[in-house]
């Protein structure tokens, strides 16, 4: 197993342009799927199976992706034994066990082509530098699908700053998130139906769009995609353009 030492996270990354057979002008959407770990799903102190449920909607919007030739990224977790983080929560997703390694469901997929994995060091993976240029490159990015666990953590945490990110870059770009592909945990002082509650809302409120299931986020994209034709068809007949 590859073991990742912190100061070479950045440098160790996959890069989706790297086998990316399109211009990066043609990509219009990309994937985000967070924290599927095997330390976080099936085995250590912060596993939950409940996880496995979210698989095979996740894999449905996958292939959606797969067909229409966009890039689906990976963002896992990969602590150092003197993680900071492990000081606020138990020990997991340690550099070079298994807990840092993706779900076996999902594992075929990160290797295929236009398929990104960033690593992160703690709760919010838009810190990932590498992750921020990648995104600052896509200037006709329109769609920014998102799924993974913890609903009320690590996916609101990425969203939240990836929703403020691209307003610092003044990217007119839709990020939707699809509830049957996130999920959080009940434990004592975290109701899981609260607590996921509540990140939907914030998660509103910032300018996601939260979407039932992968069916919805379909219809949701053809909406938006013939809103933009109509606003498209609008202007040229007021400015001739």
Request: glycine letters at 4%; one cysteine or more.
């Amino acid at each position: 197993m590859k073991k990742y030492n912190y100061e070479n996270f950045m440098k160790e990354e996959n890069n989706y342009f790297q086998t990316y057979t399109k211009r990066i002008e043609e990509v219009n959407k990309i994937l985000f799927i967070i924290d599927m770990n095997e330390g976080f799903v099936n085995c250590g102190n912060m596993s939950n199976k409940e996880y496995n449920k979210l698989v095979p909607e996740q894999l449905k919007l996958i292939n959606i992706f797969r067909n229409e030739d966009q890039p689906v990224n990976f963002i896992l977790e990969n602590h150092t034994k003197d993680s900071i983080e492990l000081k606020k929560y138990p020990e997991h997703c340690i550099n070079g066990t298994n807990e840092t390694l993706l779900i076996p469901e999902l594992l075929p997929e990160q290797t295929k082509p236009n398929t990104s994995t960033y690593y992160k060091n703690s709760i919010n993976g838009m810190l990932n530098r590498n992750l921020q240029d990648n995104i600052r490159s896509l200037k006709n990015l329109k769609y920014i699908a998102i799924g993974g666990v913890c609903a009320d953590l690590c996916v609101m945490d990425f969203t939240l700053t990836l929703l403020r990110y691209l307003d610092e870059l003044n990217m007119n770009t839709n990020v939707i998130v699809i509830k049957s592909m996130i999920d959080t945990y009940d434990a004592p002082n975290h109701d899981r139906e609260e607590w996921i509650t509540i990140a939907y809302k914030v998660l509103t409120q910032a300018g996601a769009i939260i979407v039932e299931n992968v069916e919805e986020y379909k219809k949701v994209v053809e909406q938006l995609e013939i809103k933009e034709q109509q606003n498209k068809l609008v202007r040229r007949k007021k400015y001739g353009k």
